[in-house]
């Protein structure tokens, strides 16, 4: 399965996100506009499948660019879950040179394992960082 990773928030449709958050515990009882600001003010990360326009993924990052950033709103379409999707989508974001020295951090109740693949350590139950590469 080919998949394409785009990083420009105006290639990824809101509609497409909220659709997608929609899916999530987390995040299910955001308005659009919430929505559309959060993307306004992150990096955003979305990965559509080769051929389909349909969004798979999204992810969105909040970084001062110095010291931290902020992996938030990691979401896998249902229909597109178990196929490796969410790694790549990780993977991409991790080893992208602008978070390259910072800690990362994010929160989680239940996808431990996927992001302990990528040097986070769960701290706090939920809450799960990742120490600066050095």
């Not at 509609?15 to 299910?28: F, G, I, M, P, S």
Request: some cysteine.
């Amino acid at each position: 399965m080919g998949y394409q990773i785009v990083s420009d928030a105006d290639q990824i449709g809101l509609d497409e996100v909220v659709r997608l958050l929609r899916t999530t515990y987390w995040a299910n009882q955001r308005s659009a506009e919430q929505i559309e600001r959060s993307m306004r003010n992150s990096s955003c990360f979305g990965i559509y499948l080769d051929g389909e326009k349909k969004l798979a993924g999204f992810a969105r990052v909040i970084s001062d660019y110095a010291t931290m950033y902020y992996l938030s709103d990691v979401v896998i379409d249902p229909e597109h879950r178990h196929a490796g999707l969410g790694k790549a989508l990780v993977s991409h974001i991790v080893s992208l040179p602008e978070y390259a020295g910072l800690r990362g951090i994010l929160v989680t109740r239940d996808a431990h394992a996927l992001y302990g693949k990528y040097g986070f350590e769960t701290v706090n139950g939920r809450v799960m960082l990742k120490a600066p590469d050095r």
